[in-house]
């Protein structure tokens, strides 16, 4: 029987594992147990990193006794049930008091029946989101734990140990109890979703209008990566398209296939925002632009349809350029604020107690989203915690003062010239609708208790109505069944 001298372990050995490992492995004070369901790939990391402070087993029971009490293991593996069959074999060699982290992207209600179940044998279950892929595991992620007090306490300063740092912080917090942790990750990706669509439509309308290529695209997005907009996906951006392919000689981006793949994160952070009330428009509409790209048996049937006569062309080439880089970054705000939005309806809904400011903190590095501006959310917040929409905060509301003319000309730009900007449109949309004064949802009412008999609230008396419409359109006060 092994020594139990790992402070730490991690199950499943692909490369987010091997990485997650190598990580643990190179901080000072870590000794890391390691176990996949196939040992060769165990010993090729053994082989590989012969350096590193590993304690490899053949066994979960020989996983568990390699590992100090509480034990402490990190699952790296697929979602679904893979996931859980790993959760029942250390259920069956771990203790109470032990700790079972999920690190995986696991849909956060899937957490919650996990962790209420690990709950009662005794053992803490962990929800972790990890953001920053496979470079992120190995150099420094974001990272997002739900679970119980009880486990913080010993994995707190192991994962501080290796999450990225930002201005001195780790970029990691204790999120909230049972799926918490996985929520905010579902979000964090959602947010990513709106980034990318949103950076890909600022594109597609600087190329359309101005003809530039793509390598002098690429140093537009240089530029604007020193400023206000300074970012990861920004700085990536301008590397994909200087990128020209070897064997064509082409712009890289003009030879991939225009078809966006997804892996459900978009998805479900669209979903549960439905069932919370809570609209995230340009989140959505960046989930269902790569649904659209994706369907290139309905586009090439779709392309005979009309569009506009005339090319498009922009008399103003830098004031245009000027115009897309304000339409993206009050775009992006819209996207943050309504990511927010969301990640504060869970928390009352699943009454978990979040720090929007802390949230905004640890994606400051390691992760996909990281970019300057998050250091505006966290003074927005930390100045006003309960602030209610992101966006009012004076920074961000002095950011679309100035911005909006020039979103305004980008979306009526793009509708005149037949240029998809969905995530453009539907943010400026949704920055229209939450600040006007009154909505034609008085209409909907209307409708909805003409043919449901669903009732409505009136503005000058207390109650709740219903009008007959259909016999003398006579208004009755109806009892409130809800």
Known sequence: ??????????????????????????????????FNRS??????????????????????????????????????????????????SLVEVFEPGDIIVDGGNAYFPDTIRREKAVRETGINFVGAGISGGEEGALLGPSIMPGGSDESWITLGPILKSIAAIAEGEPCVTHVGHDGAGHF???????????????????????????????AEIAEIFAEWNTGELESYLIEITAEVLRQ????????????????????????WTVQTALSLGVPVSGIAEATFARSLSSHPEQREVAASLPGPGETFTVADEAAFIEDVRQALYASKIVAYSQGFDEIRAGAAEYDWTIDLGAISKIWRAGCIIRAQFLNRIADAYAETPDLPVLMTAPYFAEALTRGQASWRRVVIAAAQ???????????????????????????VQGQRDFFGAHTYKRIDKDGTFHTLWSVDRTEIEAEDTH
């Not at 990391?45 to 034990?71: I, M, N, W």
């Not at 969905?422 to 229209?432: K, R």
């Open 417 to 443: 010239a037949g240029i998809p900007a969905p995530a453009f449109s539907s943010s400026l949309s949704y920055y229209d609708g939450i600040r006007a004064d009154r909505l034609p949802a008085a209409l």
């Open 244 to 267: 020209v392919d070897a064997e064509t000689g082409k712009p890289l981006v003009d030879v991939i296939v225009d078809q966006a793949g997804a892996k459900g994160t978009g998805a």
């Open 184 to 214: 905010v990750k579902m979000v964090h990706n959602g947010i990513e979703y709106a980034d990318m669509q949103l950076i890909a439509e600022a594109y597609d309308l600087i190329r359309r209008g101005t003809d530039k290529t793509p």
């Open 1 to 34: 029987m092994p020594e139990a001298s790992a402070n730490i372990g991690v199950v499943g050995l692909a490369v987010m594992g091997s990485n997650l490992a190598r990580n643990l492995a190179s901080r000072e004070g870590n000794t890391v147990a390691i």
């Open 39 to 88: 040992y060769e790939k165990t010993e090729t990391l053994l082989s590989e990193h012969p350096e590193a402070e590993f304690v490899p087993a053949s066994t979960y029971q020989e996983f568990a006794d390699s590992l100090q009490k509480p034990r402490t293991a990190i699952i790296m593996v697929k979602a679904g049930r893979p996931t859980d069959a790993v959760i029942d």
